[in-house]
Protein backbone atom coordinates (compact mmCIF):
# COMPACT_ATOMS: atom_id res chain seq x y z
CA UNK A 1 0.00 0.00 0.00
CA UNK A 2 0.57 3.25 -0.93
CA UNK A 3 -0.62 6.73 0.50
CA UNK A 4 -0.42 9.85 -1.75
CA UNK A 5 0.12 12.40 1.12
CA UNK A 6 -0.77 15.56 -1.27
CA UNK A 7 -3.12 15.45 -4.38
CA UNK A 8 -5.78 17.33 -5.99
CA UNK A 9 -8.06 15.48 -7.05
CA UNK A 10 -10.62 17.99 -5.98
CA UNK A 11 -9.19 20.51 -8.73
CA UNK A 12 -11.35 20.84 -11.90
CA UNK A 13 -8.70 19.08 -13.84
CA UNK A 14 -10.73 15.69 -12.85
CA UNK A 15 -13.64 16.89 -12.91
CA UNK A 16 -14.32 14.45 -15.90
CA UNK A 17 -13.31 11.50 -14.63
CA UNK A 18 -12.56 12.02 -11.15
CA UNK A 19 -14.20 8.57 -9.31
CA UNK A 20 -12.69 6.81 -12.29
CA UNK A 21 -9.08 8.30 -10.99
CA UNK A 22 -9.93 7.78 -7.58
CA UNK A 23 -10.63 4.06 -7.99
CA UNK A 24 -8.09 3.04 -10.03
CA UNK A 25 -5.88 4.55 -7.42
CA UNK A 26 -7.83 2.74 -4.85
CA UNK A 27 -7.82 -0.63 -6.96
CA UNK A 28 -3.91 -0.41 -7.05
CA UNK A 29 -3.77 -0.09 -3.26
CA UNK A 30 -2.87 3.72 -2.79
CA UNK A 31 -4.68 5.61 -0.42
CA UNK A 32 -4.75 9.71 -0.64
CA UNK A 33 -5.45 13.28 0.28
CA UNK A 34 -7.42 15.67 -1.17
CA UNK A 35 -5.55 18.92 -0.21
CA UNK A 36 -7.76 22.53 0.19
CA UNK A 37 -6.18 25.72 -1.22
CA UNK A 38 -9.20 27.91 -0.37
CA UNK A 39 -12.62 27.50 0.71
CA UNK A 40 -14.14 25.93 -1.77
CA UNK A 41 -11.84 23.54 -2.50
CA UNK A 42 -11.44 22.39 0.47
CA UNK A 43 -15.11 22.31 0.94
CA UNK A 44 -14.65 19.80 -2.28
CA UNK A 45 -11.80 17.52 -1.04
CA UNK A 46 -14.83 16.40 1.97
CA UNK A 47 -17.66 16.14 -0.24
CA UNK A 48 -15.12 13.77 -2.28
CA UNK A 49 -13.72 12.22 0.46
CA UNK A 50 -17.32 11.37 1.94
CA UNK A 51 -18.19 9.74 -1.21
CA UNK A 52 -15.37 6.70 -0.12
CA UNK A 53 -15.95 4.27 2.92
CA UNK A 54 -11.94 4.41 3.55
CA UNK A 55 -8.96 5.67 1.41
CA UNK A 56 -9.85 8.87 0.51
CA UNK A 57 -9.43 11.99 3.08
CA UNK A 58 -9.55 15.94 2.95
CA UNK A 59 -7.47 18.53 4.41
CA UNK A 60 -8.25 22.12 4.41
CA UNK A 61 -6.38 25.58 4.29
CA UNK A 62 -5.82 29.06 2.26
CA UNK A 63 -3.02 28.71 0.25
CA UNK A 64 -0.50 31.61 0.64
CA UNK A 65 -0.83 32.37 -3.05
CA UNK A 66 -4.40 33.65 -2.74
CA UNK A 67 -3.20 36.90 -1.20
CA UNK A 68 -1.56 37.82 -4.43
CA UNK A 69 -4.86 37.23 -6.27
CA UNK A 70 -5.49 41.01 -7.86
CA UNK A 71 -9.03 40.98 -6.86
CA UNK A 72 -7.96 40.26 -2.89
CA UNK A 73 -5.39 42.83 -3.09
CA UNK A 74 -7.74 45.44 -3.97
CA UNK A 75 -10.10 44.49 -1.22
CA UNK A 76 -8.00 43.48 1.45
CA UNK A 77 -5.31 45.39 4.07
CA UNK A 78 -4.58 42.49 5.64
CA UNK A 79 -4.68 38.60 6.26
CA UNK A 80 -8.37 38.73 8.18
CA UNK A 81 -9.54 41.18 5.51
CA UNK A 82 -8.52 39.11 2.49
CA UNK A 83 -10.56 35.87 4.05
CA UNK A 84 -13.71 38.30 4.57
CA UNK A 85 -12.96 39.43 0.67
CA UNK A 86 -13.52 35.73 -0.45
CA UNK A 87 -16.07 34.97 1.81
CA UNK A 88 -13.95 33.11 4.12
CA UNK A 89 -13.31 32.90 7.74
CA UNK A 90 -11.99 30.32 9.51
CA UNK A 91 -15.42 29.68 12.01
CA UNK A 92 -16.23 27.32 8.36
CA UNK A 93 -12.91 25.60 8.67
CA UNK A 94 -13.42 24.67 12.09
CA UNK A 95 -17.05 23.20 10.28
CA UNK A 96 -15.15 21.35 8.28
CA UNK A 97 -12.82 19.76 10.75
CA UNK A 98 -15.58 18.13 12.13
CA UNK A 99 -15.66 15.82 9.84
CA UNK A 100 -13.90 12.42 10.49
CA UNK A 101 -12.78 12.72 6.40
CA UNK A 102 -10.50 15.80 8.07
CA UNK A 103 -6.72 14.61 8.77
CA UNK A 104 -5.47 18.33 8.50
CA UNK A 105 -4.91 21.92 8.12
CA UNK A 106 -3.25 22.97 4.41
CA UNK A 107 -1.93 23.82 2.35
CA UNK A 108 -0.38 26.67 4.22
CA UNK A 109 2.43 28.13 4.43
CA UNK A 110 4.57 30.83 2.43
CA UNK A 111 5.25 31.17 -1.37
CA UNK A 112 6.94 34.36 -2.62
CA UNK A 113 7.97 33.42 -5.82
CA UNK A 114 5.27 35.54 -7.89
CA UNK A 115 5.12 38.22 -5.34
CA UNK A 116 4.81 41.73 -7.30
CA UNK A 117 7.42 43.40 -8.55
CA UNK A 118 6.67 46.51 -7.79
CA UNK A 119 8.47 46.64 -3.93
CA UNK A 120 5.68 47.97 -1.81
CA UNK A 121 3.27 45.66 -2.70
CA UNK A 122 5.60 42.70 -2.64
CA UNK A 123 6.17 43.63 1.27
CA UNK A 124 2.34 43.70 1.80
CA UNK A 125 2.15 40.52 0.28
CA UNK A 126 4.10 39.20 2.56
CA UNK A 127 3.40 40.30 5.35
CA UNK A 128 -0.64 39.51 4.67
CA UNK A 129 1.09 35.92 3.62
CA UNK A 130 2.84 35.87 7.17
CA UNK A 131 -0.58 36.82 8.67
CA UNK A 132 -2.34 34.26 6.67
CA UNK A 133 -0.05 31.46 8.06
CA UNK A 134 0.05 32.59 11.57
CA UNK A 135 -3.95 32.52 12.15
CA UNK A 136 -3.97 28.73 10.17
CA UNK A 137 -1.25 28.00 12.64
CA UNK A 138 -3.69 29.13 15.29
CA UNK A 139 -6.55 26.83 13.90
CA UNK A 140 -4.67 23.51 13.70
CA UNK A 141 -2.99 24.54 17.20
CA UNK A 142 -7.27 24.72 18.38
CA UNK A 143 -8.52 21.65 15.60
CA UNK A 144 -5.54 19.61 16.89
CA UNK A 145 -4.89 18.54 13.41
CA UNK A 146 -1.62 18.56 11.55
CA UNK A 147 -0.36 21.62 9.16
CA UNK A 148 0.81 20.96 5.49
CA UNK A 149 3.00 23.29 5.01
CA UNK A 150 3.80 24.61 1.77
CA UNK A 151 7.14 27.01 1.41
CA UNK A 152 8.55 28.36 -1.96
CA UNK A 153 11.53 30.76 -1.99
CA UNK A 154 10.95 31.68 1.80
CA UNK A 155 12.46 29.23 3.84
CA UNK A 156 14.33 31.56 6.51
CA UNK A 157 10.33 33.91 7.35
CA UNK A 158 8.77 30.50 7.41
CA UNK A 159 11.46 28.86 9.82
CA UNK A 160 10.81 32.55 11.51
CA UNK A 161 6.81 32.69 11.61
CA UNK A 162 7.05 29.10 13.39
CA UNK A 163 9.55 29.84 15.85
CA UNK A 164 7.45 33.09 16.62
CA UNK A 165 4.38 30.74 17.01
CA UNK A 166 6.24 28.15 19.69
CA UNK A 167 7.64 30.73 21.65
CA UNK A 168 3.83 32.89 21.65
CA UNK A 169 1.55 29.53 22.58
CA UNK A 170 2.88 26.76 25.45
CA UNK A 171 1.93 23.33 23.76
CA UNK A 172 2.50 24.42 20.31
CA UNK A 173 3.41 21.51 18.73
CA UNK A 174 5.20 21.60 14.83
CA UNK A 175 3.76 19.06 13.63
CA UNK A 176 3.13 18.21 9.74
CA UNK A 177 4.58 17.57 6.54
CA UNK A 178 6.59 19.76 4.22
CA UNK A 179 5.26 19.37 1.36
CA UNK A 180 6.71 18.71 -2.32
CA UNK A 181 10.59 19.78 -0.98
CA UNK A 182 12.80 21.98 -3.05
CA UNK A 183 14.98 22.87 -0.15
CA UNK A 184 18.45 21.73 0.33
CA UNK A 185 19.82 19.18 3.23
CA UNK A 186 20.10 21.55 5.68
CA UNK A 187 16.82 23.21 4.91
CA UNK A 188 15.10 19.57 5.58
CA UNK A 189 17.88 19.00 8.56
CA UNK A 190 16.23 22.35 10.34
CA UNK A 191 12.33 20.96 9.70
CA UNK A 192 12.96 17.37 11.08
CA UNK A 193 14.79 19.58 13.82
CA UNK A 194 11.16 21.25 14.12
CA UNK A 195 9.02 18.32 14.20
CA UNK A 196 8.22 18.07 10.40
CA UNK A 197 8.38 15.39 8.13
CA UNK A 198 9.66 16.01 4.14
CA UNK A 199 7.17 15.69 1.25
CA UNK A 200 8.57 14.49 -1.91
CA UNK A 201 6.89 14.70 -5.14
CA UNK A 202 7.42 14.03 -8.78
CA UNK A 203 10.36 17.33 -8.90
CA UNK A 204 12.74 14.76 -7.95
CA UNK A 205 13.24 13.71 -11.64
CA UNK A 206 13.42 17.47 -13.00
CA UNK A 207 16.90 18.09 -14.09
CA UNK A 208 17.56 21.65 -12.40
CA UNK A 209 16.54 19.56 -8.64
CA UNK A 210 17.74 15.81 -8.84
CA UNK A 211 20.95 16.52 -7.46
CA UNK A 212 20.03 18.32 -4.79
CA UNK A 213 17.09 16.61 -3.45
CA UNK A 214 19.03 12.99 -4.02
CA UNK A 215 21.02 14.01 -1.25
CA UNK A 216 18.58 15.19 0.86
CA UNK A 217 16.52 12.10 -0.14
CA UNK A 218 20.18 9.96 0.87
CA UNK A 219 21.17 11.60 3.99
CA UNK A 220 17.70 12.21 6.13
CA UNK A 221 15.93 9.25 7.87
CA UNK A 222 13.61 7.06 5.97
CA UNK A 223 11.09 7.60 8.93
CA UNK A 224 10.60 11.28 8.29
CA UNK A 225 9.65 11.14 4.61
CA UNK A 226 6.04 11.09 2.80
CA UNK A 227 5.25 10.57 -0.77
CA UNK A 228 3.18 12.46 -2.78
CA UNK A 229 1.52 13.54 -6.43
CA UNK A 230 0.71 17.12 -6.08
CA UNK A 231 -1.51 16.15 -8.93
CA UNK A 232 -2.66 17.44 -11.20
CA UNK A 233 1.04 18.49 -11.30
CA UNK A 234 4.45 17.20 -11.26
CA UNK A 235 3.70 13.98 -13.40
CA UNK A 236 6.96 11.57 -12.98
CA UNK A 237 7.75 11.07 -16.68
CA UNK A 238 7.92 7.68 -17.08
CA UNK A 239 3.73 8.04 -15.91
CA UNK A 240 3.28 8.70 -20.00
CA UNK A 241 0.75 11.12 -19.18
CA UNK A 242 0.66 15.23 -18.83
CA UNK A 243 -2.29 14.83 -15.92
CA UNK A 244 -0.66 13.56 -13.08
CA UNK A 245 -2.75 11.11 -10.85
CA UNK A 246 -2.67 9.78 -7.14
CA UNK A 247 -1.84 6.37 -8.68
CA UNK A 248 1.35 7.43 -10.05
CA UNK A 249 2.80 8.18 -6.53
CA UNK A 250 4.37 4.63 -6.90
CA UNK A 251 6.93 6.33 -9.61
CA UNK A 252 7.98 8.70 -6.56
CA UNK A 253 8.71 5.74 -4.02
CA UNK A 254 10.64 3.80 -6.70
CA UNK A 255 12.99 6.61 -7.38
CA UNK A 256 13.11 6.80 -3.51
CA UNK A 257 13.74 3.46 -2.98
CA UNK A 258 16.96 3.36 -6.31
CA UNK A 259 18.66 6.82 -4.05
CA UNK A 260 18.40 5.16 -0.74
CA UNK A 261 19.35 1.58 -2.10
CA UNK A 262 16.67 -0.04 -0.35
CA UNK A 263 13.93 -2.02 -1.37
CA UNK A 264 10.45 -0.35 -2.60
CA UNK A 265 8.54 -2.64 -0.34
CA UNK A 266 10.66 -1.21 2.28
CA UNK A 267 9.96 2.35 0.87
CA UNK A 268 6.31 1.84 0.59
CA UNK A 269 5.57 0.29 4.35
CA UNK A 270 7.72 3.18 6.21
CA UNK A 271 6.28 5.92 4.31
CA UNK A 272 2.79 4.51 4.64
CA UNK A 273 3.43 4.27 8.59
CA UNK A 274 4.91 7.57 8.45
CA UNK A 275 1.51 8.75 6.78
CA UNK A 276 -0.87 6.85 9.14
CA UNK A 277 1.29 8.51 12.40
CA UNK A 278 0.66 11.88 11.15
CA UNK A 279 -2.50 12.15 10.12
CA UNK A 280 -3.78 9.54 12.32
CA UNK A 281 -5.57 6.87 9.82
Known amino acids: MLIDSHSHVNFKDFDEDRDEVIRRALDSGTRMINVGTDYESSKKAIEIAKRYDEGVYASVGV????????????????????????????????????????????????????????????????AQQKELFSEQIKLAQELNLPMIIHCRDAFADLVEVLEKEKRA??????????????????????????????????????????????????????????????CPFLTPPMAGEKRNEPSFVKYVAQRIAEIKGVSFAQIAETTTENAKTLFNF
Open 169 to 230: RAGFDCLGVVHCFTGDLKQAEKFIEMGFYIGFTGIIFRESEKEKLEEVIRNIPLDKILVETD
Open 63 to 126: HPSEVNLESVKRKAQNAKQQLKAQNLDFNKFKEFAKSKKVRAVGEIGLDYKYLSKNKEEAEKEV
